[in-house]
């Protein structure tokens, strides 16, 4: 009996330090956040130019890398 009580909390801890390692681990990666992810330019001549600057924001600790940009 004793022997199958250590072996669960054994189990716990690991399991618990397993998940705590996971945790930091999101912690040292890039976090894109996009404060606006649209923009309406409303009615447009054929032809015309339009642009709109989106702003990227990593919040995470490490460099993001933003490739395969496309327009919709």
């Known amino acids: 009996m004793k022997s199958k009580l250590f072996l669960t909390g054994m189990i716990c801890l690991v399991a618990a330090a397993a998940f705590a390692g996971a945790a930091d681990m999101t912690r040292m990666l890039p976090d894109a956040f996009l404060p606006?992810?649209?923009?309406?330019?409303?009615?447009?001549?054929?032809g015309a130019e339009v642009v709109h600057e989106f702003r990227l924001q990593n919040r995470g600790d490490a460099p993001l890398h933003v490739t395969g940009v496309r327009t919709g």
């Open 36 to 46: 606006q992810d649209d923009f309406a330019f409303g009615e447009v001549l054929e």
